[in-house]
């Protein structure tokens, strides 16, 4: 592959780091936190090709002599870029619910748990939820009502679950945690992968070893969200 | 390798058209034109569920690599470009068997994942480092750096014998690899272009050589990082969830589920911490084994080790690594978590 074709890559490939970070959908692929890397990567990326595009004008028509050892190796680049540009995949969903058989085996926290926030019905992340519905002995989630923002999956024998992916890194090592729904007709009907904010009630004592720590919501409300801005919770 | 040649064009295609050549750049324009008009049949194809998991877990592999792996370019365009072969053979100790720890302990100042050392350990070869210690550095960067020790730490807040574990059985990986390749390995299993020497060219500045050494590390190795991540992608879609639930309380199959789960998964070394973590149902061990094995071998690494070193290295090195990396990791695991629990 010529310089100057390396150059118009490396362009593209750091034009497309910049875009998932200014409009946020590297969220869908990493955590937070990366953003600064991210960002500097994709400037690092387009400064090379762009001294090095600099560098071949000033010194005339010398430059497409030029080839590198580089091989056919870097046409690859060409994948993310099309990836990113072109399809721009969506968040992890239900598909990686279904497909894991880890969930998101809850540590029981050395201390205990902090009390829910005040309110009618406080708004827990899934992992919290969990967490608590598995290890928490004073029942701290028990009779009360709390609001949970996950998508839909169906699993096997018309169970509908609400699901949500925790990453510790990126999109890569997710897992899945879930709450199964039920109280509720036509939970059944809703489409899979679709946010929904579920209000409703833990069942207390279903987060046990045969359910494999996945407890229970008994829903008295629902409704339809976007999809979140962080799909994930870390 | 940063110095311009004048070497007949390796890969560009169609370079035997007699009457006009057509260049690379007029390839990437029709691909990208072609690409733009099936974008309707791109996007459909994702709504196959399992194809729209492998993407994103391509592009977030592709997408969490991609800073590590400019910081090792960014680190091995230092090295070419200011720090001088002689000064390198100054630091090191005269003997290969001596060098290989030193350059083992200094993997700890590199605060990256796999992606960044390859670049930087082959820059080191050509700066005239043995191979014995570089290939140390290599095996040592990712595995044994602050970073790592401390998401491992915080991963295991249970197990703080983990971290000790983790370090000894990585460490002693690098250096039995090193010592291995210092007694065993011939320098003719290592592409030539990858222990050519870079000469700087006259009339070229430090500043040249640095931006042009990182551009060409960064487009190379970059290719073979989109290697690993569709491999990593494909496999996580593929390998059967089955695997981990069968696991429950077997140490022997679980070292060996584990660590051939940590090739395949490819998952970035300040991460993989977390995974194993949650991963309660299997025993410590094997989780040990986990850990030690995912930032020495696996698919990514070995695809960038094909491209920086060749691929009559990369099929010699990593299973003996991926042999060695067990063994250390079993053997941490004994003296340091007492015994196979």
Redo the contacts between chains.
Sequence with gaps: MKRETQNVLLLLLGGALCKIAWNGSYLRYVKPSVLPFLVAAGAVILALGLISIGRDVLAGRSAPDQHDHAGRSPWLLVLPVLAIFLVAPPALGADTVSRSARTLAPRQPAIGFPALPAGPAPALPMSDFVTRAVWDDAGSVNGRQVRLIGFIVHGSQDITYLGRLVISCCAADATPVKVRLEGRRGLEYLPQDSWYEMRGQVVPGSARPDTRFTPTLTVSDLHPIPIPREPYEY | ?AA?????????PASSAPWRRI???E??CA??VL??LA?AA??QV?DI??V??G??????????A??F??LGV?VSGLIAAFVSPLALRRVLPATTAAAVPVAGFAGMALPGCECASVPVSRRLMQQGVPPAAALAFLLAAPAVNPVVLVATAV?F??EPRMVAARFLGSMATALVMGWLWARFGRPEWIAQ?ALRQAERPPGHSAW?VF??T???D???S???L??G??T??AL??LVP?????SLAGQVLLGIFVMALLAVV????S???A??A?????VPLVPRLVFLVVGPAVDIKLIALQA?AFGRGFASRFAPVTFVVAVGCAVLAGVLVLGGLR
């Design positions: 390798m311009p040649t004048t070497e007949p064009p390796a890969g560009s260049t690379s750049l390839v990437l691909v990208l690409a733009l974008q791109l996007i994702l569920p399992a729209r998991t993407a994103t877990v391509f592009v977030a592999v592709c997408v969490q991609m800073p792996l400019v960014l991963a807040p249970d272009r040249v931006t042009d990182a551009r060409h960064l487009v190379s970059g290719g073979f989109v290697v991540g569709l990593a992608a996580n879609v969830a089955s695997w981990m639930a998964l490819a998952l970035c300040e991460a993989d977390f995974v973590a949650s991963l309660s149902a491209g």
